[in-house]
């Protein structure tokens, strides 16, 4: 676990970059909007050991939809929605392959604490990842079903007067979260732990049902999201993004899944002005 927190205690190190302080006028903040779309390449892997030690891993792509709103060293806000759509390959065979598709809707707020450094949190409305792999049948669907809060941090600075850099960290406080299946059976281990099996309920197998979500916190569902930004002037971005999960539905057996986007970001809407 220390590894993990020096994990994302590393994007404090993005402060060791200089750059020219942001200068947006004497002591008037900097109001900046901008409605944008992220296009870009995806690799994931995953491994579940409650089945397999085998990891798949394999390429896609993925877009994301936003809002975000900067007043600068008083807040920052920003609403979106993120889709990231992989084929899987396991890595000791090639007998199938499996198709990803991770859906998520979020929202964040963060108090400057400068020009530069700005804390928070991160609401996902939801978080959805399904994972579909049609040679196994009746157990051909695994789903993560999953609402979270996050501590937030975003870091930035001017490199020059067309650049400037931002690292972003997002790490999951407390969460609810139901998955399927379980160990033995094709269905929510969290419905199986209460003993309410029924199987003329045609909801048996669905994750999504909130009456089986289970209270998740830091200790035992480690998600960390990181993001480093170019942006170029007004209009462009490129940023590197990496996500990674473990939890685990039985002691000693966990789940792991990494996410890594390159992606390029275009302001379709870009709106600054003085205040």
Request: hydrophobic share 35%; glycine share 10%.
């Amino acid at each position: 676990m220390n590894k993990k927190i020096l994990l994302f205690l590393m994007l404090l190190a993005t402060t060791g970059i200089k750059g020219h302080s942001e200068n947006d006028g004497e002591g008037t903040p900097n109001i900046k909007k901008n409605f944008f779309i992220d296009l870009g390449g995806t690799y994931g892997d995953f491994q579940d050991t409650r089945f397999s030690d085998v990891r798949e891993s394999g390429f896609g792509g993925m877009t994301k939809l936003g809002y975000n709103n900067l007043k600068t060293g008083k807040h920052f806000w920003e609403a979106g929605f993120v889709f990231n759509a992989t084929i899987e390959n396991a890595a000791t065979h090639d007998q199938g392959n499996s198709r990803i598709l991770y859906p998520n809707l979020y929202g964040k707020y963060l108090w400057g604490i400068n020009k530069k450094l700005y804390v928070g949190a991160r609401i996902d409305v939801f978080n959805s990842y399904y994972r579909i792999c049609p040679n196994l049948q009746n157990n051909s669907l695994f789903a993560i079903e999953g609402n979270h809060l996050y501590g937030s941090v975003i870091y930035q600075i001017r490199i020059n007067d067309n650049w400037k850099f931002r690292a972003t960290g997002d790490l999951a406080l407390i969460g609810f979260q139901n998955e399927s299946p379980s160990f033995g059976m094709s269905y929510s281990p969290n419905r199986i732990d209460r003993g309410e099996v029924n199987y003329q309920d045609p909801k048996m197998g669905d994750p999504s049902d909130y009456k089986y979500f289970k209270f998740k916190y830091f200790g035992n569902n480690f998600i960390l999201k990181t993001e480093y930004s170019f942006m170029l002037k007004k209009r462009f971005s490129f940023s590197y993004n990496w996500e990674m999960r473990r939890f685990s539905v039985v002691d000693g057996y966990p789940t792991t899944l990494g996410i890594h986007n390159i992606a390029v970001r275009f302001n379709i809407i870009h709106r600054e002005k003085q205040k």
